[in-house]
């Protein structure tokens, strides 16, 4: 989480310099609320999403972020899990104020179970990430977006790997 945090910075460092010579490209950062369906219980857990990326052009850009799954018991113990990601982005206009946009990158997974006896299972893989998404300009800086992700393949526990996002996004 560290290693993300400085790189989100240090992205956003580099955009700004670059955003001084150009007025088209720009960095931006985002939170969300994010869902996920549990393997075991079959309910829906709500988590936090934390993202940043960098919008070369009207179309192309990058992007890098954190979704925290929650955590939940399932009957036998509880289960944490999260997923990282980076990914190029597409995004293509739809109007003045709404755009749809796809993401194709890679995802690094964590679930951790622990029943509280002594064992504890914890299952790390990383995987194809990939998203679509619509967005809303509120205005020059602040836009609203919706967005169903996939990061990677379904896990044997805890959050499935299909995600549902709702956004508040800051451009600088």
Avoid: C
């Amino acid at each position: 989480m560290k290693k993300l945090l400085l790189a989100l910075l240090a992205t956003s460092a580099v955009a700004g310099a670059a955003q001084a010579q150009t007025t088209t490209p720009h960095a931006y950062i985002g939170v969300g609320a994010a869902t996920a369906d549990n393997q075991t219980t079959d309910s829906y857990k709500t988590g936090a999403k934390v993202y940043g990326g960098y919008q070369v052009d009207q179309n192309w850009g990058v992007e890098a972020g954190y979704t925290d799954f929650g955590k939940e018991n399932n009957g036998a113990g509880n289960v944490k899990g999260s997923g990282t990601y980076v990914a190029g982005k597409y995004t293509v206009p739809l109007g003045d104020r709404f755009s749809g946009y796809g993401k194709l990158g890679v995802a690094y997974n964590e679930r951790k179970f622990d029943n509280g006896l002594g064992t504890h299972v914890n299952d790390y893989d990383t995987g194809l990430y990939g998203g679509v998404g619509v967005e809303y300009k509120l205005n020059e800086k602040l836009a609203v977006n919706a967005e169903y992700e996939r990061y990677g393949k379904d896990k044997a526990f805890g959050a499935k790997a299909d995600v549902y996002t709702v956004g508040l996004k800051y451009g600088f």
